[in-house]
């Protein structure tokens, strides 16, 4: 069968399997590095809230609550009340995640490599690009 949403259920199960391995070698889950990969990478220069956290991952709030309340309690994050917002806490990684980062950062990076070496770097490109469009078609708005 040549069904393009089992095709990305199978990728997707796959690449989770290879997350959630990793993971456990360094005391995480596959959801709590990927969520420490893009606060290292954007809370430089913004302040990270959970509804950044939602729409980035594509999770219900729900979800997004509960990953992020385990993540406090192992000591990974912290949130700080915004300055001009009160209703808003910023989601800070602390010295725990930050230091497990260098690791996340291999992790990621080799991927990244490893499916450009098997698909072509212009081949990659396209079809991330490619999953983004049929997303935004295809998500709720």
Same mark, same amino acid.
Request: glycine share 4%.
């Given at each position: 069968?040549?069904?393009l949403?089992? $095709?990305? !259920?199978?990728?997707?199960?796959? =690449?989770? *399997?290879?997350v959630?391995? /990793? +993971? *456990?070698?360094?005391?995480?889950?596959?959801? !709590?590095?990927?969520?420490?990969?893009?606060? @290292?990478?954007? +809370?430089?220069?913004?302040?990270? /809230?959970?509804?950044?956290?939602?729409?980035? =991952?594509?999770? *219900?709030?729900?979800? $997004?609550?509960?990953?992020l309340?385990?993540?406090?309690?192992?000591?990974?994050?912290?949130?700080?009340?915004?300055?001009?917002?009160?209703?808003?806490?910023?989601?800070?990684?602390?010295?725990?995640?930050?230091?497990?980062?260098?690791?996340?950062?291999? /992790? =990621?990076?080799?991927?990244?490599?490893? /499916? @450009?070496?098997?698909?072509?770097?212009?081949?990659?490109?396209?079809?991330?690009?490619?999953? !983004?469009?049929?997303?935004? +078609?295809?998500?709720?708005?």
């Open positions: 069968m040549n069904r949403g089992l $095709a990305l !259920q199978r990728i997707q199960n796959t =690449f989770n *399997r290879n959630d391995y /990793y +993971a *456990r070698k360094i005391g995480l889950t596959g959801t !709590q590095m990927l969520i420490i990969e893009y606060l @290292a990478s954007f +809370a430089q220069n913004k302040s990270i /809230y959970q509804k950044d956290i939602e729409h980035e =991952f594509n999770i *219900r709030k729900s979800t $997004a609550t509960n990953v309340r385990l993540m406090e309690e192992k000591g990974l994050i912290t949130k700080k009340v915004d300055q001009h917002d009160t209703r808003l806490k910023a989601i800070i990684l602390t010295e725990k995640a930050i230091k497990l980062g260098p690791k996340i950062t291999y /992790y =990621f990076v080799n991927s990244e490599n490893s /499916y @450009a070496e098997i698909l072509g770097a212009d081949t990659k490109n396209e079809l991330v690009k490619n999953l !983004q469009k049929l997303n935004e +078609a295809i998500s709720d708005k």
